[in-house]
């Protein structure tokens, strides 16, 4: 009986243990968030004090990382888990590492806001797309937002929703670069303004990449299989099959 009551104890810590992680990763997720939506703010508000702001709270992003990564490894040592509660850490480590460089995409446009918000009459000197800027960073925080949740709620239908819209990015994302580039061809003279811009939506498309990268880690959890480095077509038919 004491046995019994001494696995139900462990067994019941464990459970709590995973809990708090996952708990932890959204919470740094939200984090990630806001730092991705006060970087899109600062940048097409020319906010310097805002884009400061994002460039200086990076260290705490990084900073959670490396203690839920620490936990987990701990979790790794004293539980040896299998099956299912394996492939949560495994999700959680890869998720974590996704969020950490989301942060650091995050930071890149604050620098590129700090810049153009220093940088005097810079949007006049420029016809580069700040607004197409803005709406792309709109999108790839909804993306963000949704890969968060798939990951809150297990659901793979919502990570495959995830992937098709990081398609939609790319094509957003590929028609900013064209304007760009005729941009600094017309008038050289926009290029050091255009040059930041393009940075900018060059780290926004990076985020739309690590929102599916997300969104894959959940499928990998749910279904157990590894949808990484394949079609959307791939991901869409593991995520309709029969858990792994």
């Given at each position: 009986?004491?046995?019994?009551?001494?696995?139900?104890?462990?067994?019941?810590?464990?459970d709590?243990?995973?809990?708090?992680?996952?708990?932890?990763?959204?919470?740094?997720?939200?984090?990630?968030?806001?730092?991705?939506?006060?970087?899109?703010?600062?940048?097409?508000e020319?906010?310097?004090?805002?884009?400061?702001?994002?460039?200086?709270?990076?260290?705490?992003?990084?900073a959670?990382?490396?203690?839920?990564?620490?936990?987990?490894?701990?979790?790794?040592?004293?539980?040896?888990?299998?099956?299912?509660?394996?492939?949560?850490?495994?999700?959680?480590?890869?998720?974590?590492?996704?969020?950490e460089?989301?942060?650091?995409?995050?930071?890149?446009?604050?620098?590129?806001?700090?810049?153009?918000?220093?940088?005097?009459?810079?949007?006049?000197?420029?016809?580069?797309?700040f607004?197409?800027?803005?709406?792309?960073?709109?999108?790839?925080r909804?993306?963000?937002?949704?890969?968060?949740?798939?990951f809150?709620?297990?659901?793979?239908?919502?990570?495959?929703?995830?992937?098709?819209?990081?398609?939609?990015?790319?094509?957003?994302?590929?028609?900013i670069?064209?304007?760009?580039?005729?941009?600094?061809?017309?008038d050289?003279?926009?290029?050091?303004?255009?040059?930041?811009?393009?940075?900018?939506?060059?780290?926004?498309?990076?985020?739309?990449?690590?929102?599916?990268?997300?969104?894959?880690?959940v499928?990998?959890?749910?279904?157990?299989?590894?949808?990484?480095?394949t079609s959307?077509?791939?991901?869409?038919?593991?995520?309709?099959?029969?858990?792994?």
């Amino acid at each position: 009986m004491e046995q019994r009551k001494i696995r139900s104890h462990i067994s019941h810590q464990y459970d709590a243990e995973l809990a708090d992680l996952r708990s932890r990763v959204l919470a740094m997720g939200g984090q990630v968030e806001q730092q991705l939506a006060d970087a899109v703010r600062a940048f097409s508000e020319h906010d310097a004090e805002l884009a400061q702001l994002v460039v200086t709270n990076d260290y705490k992003i990084n900073a959670q990382e490396v203690s839920i990564d620490e936990d987990c490894t701990q979790i790794l040592v004293r539980r040896q888990p299998a099956a299912g509660d394996l492939r949560l850490l495994i999700a959680v480590i890869k998720t974590i590492t996704d969020l950490e460089r989301i942060g650091d995409e995050a930071e890149r446009v604050g620098r590129m806001a700090l810049h153009l918000a220093q940088t005097p009459h810079a949007r006049r000197e420029t016809t580069a797309p700040f607004a197409d800027i803005e709406h792309l960073g709109e999108h790839v925080r909804r993306m963000l937002h949704d890969a968060l949740d798939s990951f809150a709620r297990l659901d793979v239908e919502l990570a495959v929703g995830v992937a098709r819209e990081d398609v939609k990015v790319d094509r957003e994302y590929e028609g900013i670069m064209r304007q760009l580039i005729t941009f600094m061809m017309e008038d050289p003279r926009s290029i050091p303004n255009a040059l930041d811009v393009m940075w900018s939506a060059r780290s926004l498309e990076r985020i739309g990449d690590r929102s599916r990268n997300i969104c894959e880690y959940v499928i990998y959890l749910v279904k157990g299989k590894d949808v990484r480095h394949t079609s959307l077509e791939h991901m869409e038919e593991e995520a309709r099959s029969r858990k792994g």
